[in-house]
């Protein structure tokens, strides 16, 4: 916790619309849907927010928290200390006061004890008598953990501001499909409303006010996201196996592809999704069905992926499209299951054995995750070659503000297929010949009736009709051949986005979910005299807008959430006449990234540095 970063807060004066909320539970009590509610309630108002779930990767019984961040300027990155909290949590209790600063406010349940020592005179103290007003409500035993969750979402909505009405539209868009729960869950929140406002008096600085409605956005979450887009990418086959945190991406596939992908006449999916044994399958699946002419993909994280490798490298060699979602966690081994990290470039990058290098795309928002859907399929089928997309826990799995998706804007892009009627276009066709001189072959795939559409698959050397061959030259021309392919996919891959300041001699690069805490870390560093200009790198390769960007500054700083620098050797490796100009900045204890820390350490090696 950066405690030299904390706001002093003046009791006098209100803060509005900017804090930081943490409601400190138990995981496996109930409280995602009360959590959901207070923030929903938030983003009603027309407040830019955010809300990240930390859980551990246990089923039942130990700490959760979720973060809620509000900021009128759009400030949502996740903050190294909290505001206010909401305390329901005993055995975490006196670690959670230790993330308040003076002026922070506590709920809390008012059957923890409080100690001596957790009495901090800097703090609000607003207790809230949960067991006796679940007790008015006289509910069954095997729900009370529920009802007391929504309790405190009305004790809590009422001190900071939030108009009744307001939670009511959050809890019946939470259970639009159910009124009869939404009736009986506002009966509870308005139990703990209407008691804050008899016998809570308010002694805090922070409240809310109503905002324009953010018309133009939605609330989700990036597995969402990314179903979605790959569905509308013509996505027609995933293979799977379950690993958090990607499950959830093909647990809403498979809510979602039947309703956009059946037959109008037949009423029959045009679909296949299937979870196999294990991530070999998984991926051996999805080749196959890529090599079968289906557009394809898989769903994993960076254990899966790994399992993936072999046949990543057979996909590469017999130049057969498919897709690999990789939504990274924190490794290695199993490492923290339920935690984010950036920790899977390089693998990805190089993935298999032998000499390659693959697609790489790089979300870093819930949209892009939608749109990085489809055009992943896109790339694959047109680069005959696996594409991989890294997400990662934050972004994948919390919820996000978010523009609402476009739809796409151009016709899918299937590549080089060739049918019976083209097959006479080519009277020397070979599935691995360079027709057009753009390192691209055609290929052929099943139900192509013609005699001549017909070749031999291989994973061992073969010529560039499909005949086995270990003939030297050939070997080199087939593997030189294929690394082309890449020479001009720039122009194809998202370009990055660059944030620029006022004549900034430092550059700042990230990827991915790090955005927002990196533009906000770009305003705390100009407040101390040092500007900077951030690029967002959305894809591998690197091309000429990153090397430009390097060479434009003194100096660049390249921020990820690994321990090693994955992107910044990346770049090192790619631009590494430029490498003295390029510093790597790391962080990995499973957490989103700050802009406290980024500014932080950033102004630490600028001063180092003189």
Same mark, same amino acid.
């Given at each position: ?413 299937? *590549?080089?297929?060739?049918? =019976? ?9 070979? #599935?691995? $010949?360079? &027709?057009?001189? +753009? ?70 690069? *990230?990827?991915?979910?790090? =955005? ?9 560093? #100009?407040? $101390?005299? &040092?500007?900077? +200009? ?77």
């Amino acid at each position: 916790m950066a405690k030299n970063a904390m706001k002093k807060k003046c009791e006098s004066d209100l803060i509005v619309n900017d804090f930081c909320m943490t409601i400190c539970t138990v995981n496996g009590s109930g409280s995602v849907t009360a959590n959901s509610i207070l923030f929903s309630a938030l983003f009603h108002m027309g407040i830019p927010t955010s809300g990240k779930n930390v859980f551990p990767s246990n089923i039942k019984g130990m700490a959760t928290w979720f973060v809620i961040r509000a900021n009128d300027n759009g400030y949502t990155g996740r903050r190294p200390y909290d505001d206010i909290i909401v305390a329901m949590n005993p055995k975490t209790f006196l670690e959670d006061l230790n993330f308040l600063p003076k002026g922070g406010v506590v709920f809390y349940a008012d059957h923890i004890a409080i100690s001596d020592e957790a009495r901090r005179e800097d703090l609000i103290f607003y207790p809230m008598p949960i067991k006796a007003l679940t007790d008015e409500l006289d509910v069954p035993r095997t729900i009370r953990d529920f009802t007391e969750n929504m309790l405190y979402v009305g004790i809590v909505g009422q001190v900071l501001g939030i108009p009744e009405k307001i939670l009511l539209a959050a809890i019946n868009k939470h259970f639009s499909s159910r009124p009869a729960i939404a009736e009986t869950n506002f009966k509870t929140v308005k139990l703990g409303f209407d008691w804050a406002a008899k016998n809570l008096k308010k002694t805090d600085c922070y409240t809310v006010k109503q905002l324009p409605p953010l018309t133009d956005y939605i609330l989700t979450d990036g597995n969402y996201a990314g179903a979605l887009g790959s569905i509308f990418g013509g996505m027609q086959f995933c293979a799977w196996y379950p690993i958090t945190p990607a499950t959830s991406l093909v647990e809403e596939m498979n809510t979602l592809a039947p309703k956009f992908r059946q037959d109008p006449e037949t009423g029959k999916n045009t679909f296949a999704i299937v979870q196999v044994e294990d991530e070999l399958a998984a991926a051996g699946a999805a080749i196959g069905a890529g090599w079968a002419g289906l557009r394809s993909m898989t769903v994993t994280s960076g254990p899966g992926l790994a399992l993936m490798t072999e046949n990543v490298s057979l996909a590469y060699f017999t130049e057969t499209p498919v897709v690999f979602w990789d939504v990274q966690r924190v490794g290695p081994s199993t490492g923290l299951p339920t935690r984010t990290a950036q920790g899977d470039i390089s693998m990805a990058y190089t993935l298999g054995h032998g000499d390659k290098k693959h697609i790489i795309v790089i979300p870093g928002s819930v949209n892009e995750c939608f749109e990085f859907g489809w055009k992943a399929l896109d790339l694959a089928e047109k680069y005959q070659t696996p594409v991989f997309v890294m997400s990662d826990l934050d972004l994948g799995m919390n919820t996000w503000m978010t523009k609402k998706f476009e739809y796409p804007d151009r016709p899918i892009n299937r *590549g080089k297929i060739i049918w =019976e009627k083209d097959m006479d276009k080519f009277p020397d066709w070979g #599935r691995y $010949k360079d &027709i057009d001189k +753009d390192a691209i072959p055609y290929r052929t795939v099943m139900g192509n009736q013609s005699p001549k559409a017909g070749y031999f698959t291989r994973g061992t050397g073969h010529d560039e009709y499909g005949n086995y061959s270990e003939n030297p030259k050939n070997w080199a021309d087939m593997l030189f051949r294929i690394g082309r392919k890449l020479d001009n996919v720039e122009v194809d891959l998202p370009m990055p986005i660059t944030y620029y300041g006022k004549d900034a001699k430092i550059g700042i690069i *990230g990827m991915g979910s790090t =955005e927002l805490a990196i533009i906000e870390a770009q305003a705390l560093l #100009r407040e $101390k005299g &040092i500007e900077t +200009d951030f690029m967002r790198i959305r894809s591998l390769p690197c091309g000429k807008l990153e090397r430009d960007f390097i060479i434009g500054h003194d100096r660049t700083y390249v921020l990820e959430l690994n321990r090693d620098g994955q992107l910044c050797g990346v770049l090192r490796r790619e631009f590494s006449q430029y490498a003295p100009r390029i510093t790597s900045v790391t962080e990995i204890g499973g957490l989103p990234m700050t802009a406290v820390w980024a500014s932080e350490t950033i102004l630490a090696k600028e001063q180092l540095n003189g």
